[in-house]
Nanobody
Framework: QVQLVESGGGLVQAGGSLRLSCAAS????????MGWFRQAPGKERDFVAA????????YYGDSAKGRFTISRDNAKNTVYLQMNSLKPEDTAVYYC?????????????????WGQGTQVTVSS
């Protein structure tokens, strides 16, 4: 019904930058907000950032504040995550997710649709 495809991951040195993209297709009109989560091996899936599909509201996890920026291009049905000043602890698989109305943008269980993830590896 809704398909999400992440891209832009890769290997980068500490202090470098990456720009992740999430392209949405299908019945995207049902989505109220898009989020980015990440999961490192042996760790929980953590909230990174979220943005409402309409309006100006953005949300950031503590690890992302001051370094990451989430944005969207409604015409392209695409959400971006600009990641600057990357640290080795940012290494994880990054997932794009879409949620319906209701619930908290901070909780992964509130999101109905998920992409396959894109690997981000930050070397020191």
């Amino acid at each position: 019904q809704v398909q999400l495809v992440e891209s832009g991951g890769g290997l980068v040195q500490a202090g470098g930058s990456l720009r992740l993209s999430c392209a949405a297709s299908g019945r995207t009109f049902s989505i109220s907000a898009m989020g980015w989560f990440r999961q490192a091996p042996g760790k929980e899936r953590d909230f990174v950032a979220a943005i409402r599909w309409s309006g100006d509201n953005t949300y950031y996890g503590d690890s992302a504040k001051g370094r990451f920026t989430i944005s969207r291009d409604n015409a392209k049905n695409t959400v971006y995550l600009q990641m600057n000043s990357l640290k080795p602890e940012d290494t994880a698989v990054y997932y794009c997710a879409g949620k319906m109305l209701g619930g908290s943008v901070f909780r992964p269980n509130e999101y109905r649709y998920w992409g396959q993830g894109t690997q981000v590896t930050v070397s020191s």
